[in-house]
């Protein structure tokens, strides 16, 4: 337990460059939307950039994630550390998780207060749906960041292949093209679409994008969640970070 600590504060002091880099940005951005506002005389620019912050989150973490990875790989002592790969990856993940859930959480009390004058907003959703936008925005950066665990373990694991060295951004392209192909003929079987319709969770408005060859329509829907489809990410992602943890063992040379 002790070393897991020591490994969580120094990935934690890895990463708050980043931490700090955001902040600095949500700043930056913040005070565009304010001048702005008061350029054009309407406040519904704020509320937009602050709901464009919560959902420019979903790259926070697997950013954050991917610098810290690629810092540790410079150095490469990282890989001879005596504890184990899982714990190393998951004083990582952990680490960022931390910093990333800082982020989200003040940007989300920023967003509610920004836009509580703001009628326009009040109407289309309450602070719950707010902070339950921000939730499943942190939670989907969560899944691609074991993506990105998994992606930069494979990439550097093929180096020590001589054939597929030139070819690992190919290998990494069919890898994603296969896992697509197997899980969309795995939903179309009658047995799982009638799982996935089983047990639906309501996880209130969330922000809906739809794109035509002459159109784009933005809007927060309604919208309902199948918990079978989410246990299917759960055990993807604990897959994902145990094939990591396995690759990682074998002393990735960065």
């Not at 697997?62 to 714990?87: F, I, R, V, Y």
């Not at 703001?118 to 899944?143: H, K, P, Q, R």
Request: net charge positive; proline share 1%; glycine share 4%.
């Amino acid at each position: 337990m002790n070393a897991f600590k020591g490994l969580l504060r120094k990935d934690i002091k890895i990463s708050i460059g980043y931490f700090y880099t955001i902040l600095i940005f949500m700043v930056i951005a913040f005070a565009a939307g304010w001048i702005f506002s008061n350029y054009y005389d309407t406040r519904m620019l704020v509320g937009v950039i602050s709901f464009a912050l919560i959902i420019a989150h979903v790259i926070y973490l697997p950013g954050s994630l991917l610098t810290s990875l690629n810092m540790e790989g410079k150095t490469q002592l990282w890989l001879h550390n005596p504890q184990s790969s899982a714990k190393l990856l998951l004083s990582k993940l952990t680490a960022c998780s931390l910093l990333s859930m800082c982020s989200t959480i003040l940007i989300t009390i920023i967003t509610i207060i920004s836009i509580s004058s703001l009628a326009e907003f009040n109407e289309m959703f309450s602070t719950g749906d707010i902070v339950m936008i921000a939730v499943a925005i942190w939670v989907i950066s969560f899944y691609i960041s074991i993506w990105v665990i998994f992606y930069w373990t494979v990439y550097h694991s093929i180096a020590r292949i001589q054939a597929l060295k030139k070819l690992r951004w190919l290998v990494l392209i069919v890898i994603w093209y296969l896992w697509k192909m197997l899980t969309g003929l795995v939903g179309k079987i009658s047995f799982v679409q009638a799982l996935k319709e089983k047990w639906m969770l309501n996880i209130g408005n969330v922000f809906h994008m739809e794109t035509g060859a002459n159109s784009f329509q933005a809007s927060f829907e309604m919208m309902d969640i199948s918990v079978f489809v989410l246990a299917g990410y759960c055990l993807t992602a604990i897959l994902l970070f145990w094939l990591s943890s396995w690759a990682l063992d074998k002393k990735v040379e960065v």
